[in-house]
């Protein structure tokens, strides 16, 4: 039973609330436990199209927790950020697309882990930040290579070099985030965002991700093979046949997922 997270599903949806208000949902061990096991549940759920991840309270995250940080010697940071890491590799690489909501402050681990969502929606009080330095630290859960290859490698060094926190709007004009919606709109924007992509063939969505994800990592040349590889897959499921089909007859798809 999870203790800092929340997790239900609607209609394919599956939706992550980071649940430690008091502290602005800072991130400890048991936290990340218990998204390690939560993400394991979802990638093994066939029923489930999309994943939402977002805050209760008024914070998305402030950070890894920085009482637990601040006991530690090098070789516990060591582990400390290979765990965080990993589970934010996982995330990044489970086979749904995955949504950062971000309702508050999303700073050092928080934007750590908006970013390694596919994508991010802000609500208009959203702030940004990579505020490590300030602490005495460099971000420690892939923050520096995730930042530089959504905002640049010149203004990923002015966030972390100054530690500044940024809004909504600059969010945008960067590309760290790519929505942004008044507060009180910002679950249901994402939500339909959520439906609008469940709606289409599943192994499709899963295998652009695959031909974006993979082909972000090589060069063009490789990366155009990558996509040849994912597009001809396609084609051995129900619902490209149905997709088609659907178009031919002028008629919605009903897709299976097979
Ligand atoms: N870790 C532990 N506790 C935290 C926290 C964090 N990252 N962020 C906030 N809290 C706690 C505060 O200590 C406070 O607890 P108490 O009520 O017991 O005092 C509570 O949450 C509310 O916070 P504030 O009173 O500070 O709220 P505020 O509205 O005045 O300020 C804030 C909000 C600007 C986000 C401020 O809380 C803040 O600066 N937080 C820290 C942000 C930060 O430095 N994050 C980076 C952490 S290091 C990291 O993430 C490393 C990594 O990459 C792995």
Same mark, same amino acid.
């Given at each position: 039973?999870?203790?800092?997270?929340?997790?239900?599903?609607?209609?394919?949806?599956?939706?992550?609330?980071?649940?430690?208000?008091?502290?602005?949902?800072?991130?400890?061990?048991?936290?990340?436990?218990?998204?390690?096991?939560?993400?394991?549940?979802?990638?093994?759920?066939?029923?489930?199209?999309?994943?939402?991840?977002?805050?209760?309270?008024?914070?998305?995250?402030?950070?890894?927790?920085?009482?637990?940080?601040?006991?530690?010697?090098?070789?516990?940071?060591?582990?400390?950020?290979?765990?965080?890491?990993?589970?934010?590799?996982?995330?990044?690489?489970?086979?749904?697309?995955?949504?950062?909501?971000?309702?508050?402050?999303?700073?050092?681990?928080?934007?750590?882990?908006?970013?390694?969502?596919?994508?991010?929606?802000?609500?208009?009080?959203?702030?940004?930040?990579?505020?490590?330095?300030?602490?005495?630290?460099?971000?420690?859960?892939?923050?520096?290579?995730?930042?530089?290859?959504? @905002?640049?490698?010149? %203004?990923?060094?002015?966030?972390?070099?100054?530690?500044?926190? +940024? =809004? *909504?709007?600059? !969010? &945008?004009?960067?590309?760290?985030?790519?929505?942004?919606?008044?507060?009180?709109?910002?679950?249901?924007?994402?939500?339909?965002?959520?439906?609008?992509?469940?709606?289409?063939?599943?192994?499709? @969505?899963?295998?652009? %991700?695959?031909?974006?994800?993979?082909?972000?990592?090589?060069? +063009? =040349? *490789?990366?155009? !093979? &990558?996509?040849?590889?994912?597009?001809?897959?396609?084609?051995?499921?129900?619902?490209?046949?149905?997709?088609?089909?659907?178009?031919?007859?002028?008629?919605?798809?009903?897709?299976?997922?097979?």
């Amino acid at each position: 039973m999870a203790e800092y997270i929340l997790y239900h599903t609607t209609d394919g949806v599956g939706t992550l609330t980071l649940n430690r208000p008091k502290v602005l949902n800072a991130i400890n061990y048991d936290l990340l436990r218990e998204l390690d096991s939560l993400l394991d549940e979802i990638a093994a759920d066939d029923s489930l199209r999309v994943l939402l991840l977002t805050g209760s309270g008024k914070a998305f995250a402030a950070g890894a927790d920085i009482a637990q940080q601040a006991v530690m010697d090098p070789a516990e940071a060591e582990d400390w950020g290979k765990f965080g890491s990993g589970i934010f590799r996982k995330l990044e690489l489970l086979p749904i697309p995955t949504i950062a909501v971000v309702n508050g402050y999303a700073l050092g681990g928080g934007c750590e882990m908006a970013m390694a969502c596919d994508l991010i929606l802000a609500g208009e009080k959203a702030k940004f930040g990579q505020p490590e330095t300030g602490l005495g630290i460099t971000p420690g859960f892939s923050g520096t290579q995730r930042l530089l290859r959504r @905002v640049g490698v010149s %203004k990923a060094k002015e966030l972390i070099y100054t530690g500044r926190m +940024i =809004d *909504a709007q600059e !969010a &945008i004009q960067l590309g760290l985030a790519d929505h942004v919606y008044p507060d009180d709109q910002l679950q249901e924007e994402a939500l339909a965002m959520a439906k609008k992509i469940a709606g289409n063939a599943p192994a499709a @969505v899963r295998y652009a %991700k695959c031909a974006i994800n993979e082909g972000a990592q090589t060069d +063009i =040349d *490789a990366a155009i !093979a &990558i996509e040849n590889k994912w597009f001809a897959k396609c084609f051995a499921t129900e619902d490209q046949k149905e997709g088609m089909q659907a178009f031919l007859e002028k008629r919605k798809a009903e897709f299976h997922n097979r």
